[in-house]
């Protein structure tokens, strides 16, 4: 059974820092592509940020140069590093797992980010 479980959200004020930290297990994760979603109320779920197996990084354009993912194969972690938070961040933010193998993907239980002083 996989299994992702996201940890490290929380508030946070304009300017801040966050990091986000997803484990993954049940699967075979280094050949896998992973990423970070976000979701806010009466919205479609919306890519944040993607690593592949390779390590080919693809980010939104609102995170660019704000947001950094990485991945740890090792540890079948996930993270995405969040500087220069705005409060449009405030969501809730979802790890993905898609597997080549099968062509499923996967979700965590979501973390909630609230930026605001």
């Known amino acids: 059974q996989v299994q992702l479980v996201e940890s490290g959200g929380g508030l946070v004020q304009p300017g801040g820092s966050l990091r986000l930290s997803c484990a993954a297990s049940?699967?075979?994760?280094?050949?896998?592509?992973m990423g970070w979603y976000r979701q806010a109320p009466g919205k479609q779920r919306e890519l944040v940020a993607v690593i592949g197996g390779g390590y080919a990084t693809i980010y939104a354009d609102s995170v660019k140069g704000r947001f950094t993912i990485s991945r740890d194969n090792s540890k079948n972690t996930v993270s995405l590093q969040m500087n220069s938070l705005k409060p449009e961040d405030t969501t809730v933010y979802y790890c993905?797992?898609?597997?080549?193998?099968?062509?499923?993907?996967?979700w965590g239980q979501g973390t909630q980010v609230t930026v605001s002083s």
């Open positions: 049940g699967i075979i994760f280094s050949s896998n592509d």
């Open positions: 993905s797992l898609f597997s080549h193998l099968t062509g499923f993907r996967y």
